[in-house]
């Protein structure tokens, strides 16, 4: 008999505040490691909260884009991919409330591989459809543009 997977699941952590800007999660058997920069008085250790939020978009774009890849038979072959943030920081001052905080968010997923333009036009199809970041994202207001391109 097949083990069915829940389809829900419940993420459980708690963190310790190490300073006011350093902030340390347990995730799995990893500590995560979210600071501000020395500048803004953190102590550098890790992105801050807005970088992760980016990065956590680019990780998760590699990861679905790479699983759907997989699923249509296609190779992306080397991937790099160029992120371009507009990010609005208003709020992050305390100088107003903003309801869109990343008004604009262009990805660019660099594929060399010898699978066509059309093909890579596929994954990213699909890629937007299961990328639970860009879904976050684009229901937070973002206009987010992700282009996949064959660089070879």
Not at 53 to 71: E, Q, Y
Not at 90 to 115: H, K, W, Y
């Amino acid at each position: 008999m097949a083990i069915k997977m829940k389809t829900v699941v419940t993420y459980r952590a708690t963190a310790t505040c190490a300073t006011h800007a350093r902030t340390e999660i347990p995730v799995r058997d990893l500590s995560v490691v979210i600071d501000e920069p020395a500048e803004r008085g953190g102590t550098n250790l890790g992105p801050s909260p807005t970088e992760t939020a980016m990065t956590a978009l680019i990780g998760c774009t590699n990861v679905i884009g790479h699983k759907n890849a997989h699923r249509l038979g296609i190779d992306l072959g080397d991937v790099t991919i160029n992120a371009n943030c507009q990010f609005d920081r208003r709020g992050v001052l305390m100088e107003e409330e903003i309801d869109v905080p990343f008004p604009n968010i262009t990805l660019t997923v660099n594929c060399s591989t010898p699978a066509s333009q059309e093909q890579l036009d596929l994954v990213g199809v699909e890629t937007a459809k299961y990328c639970a970041i860009a879904k976050l994202f684009e229901a937070a207001g973002t206009n987010l543009t992700v282009n996949w391109l064959k660089t070879n």
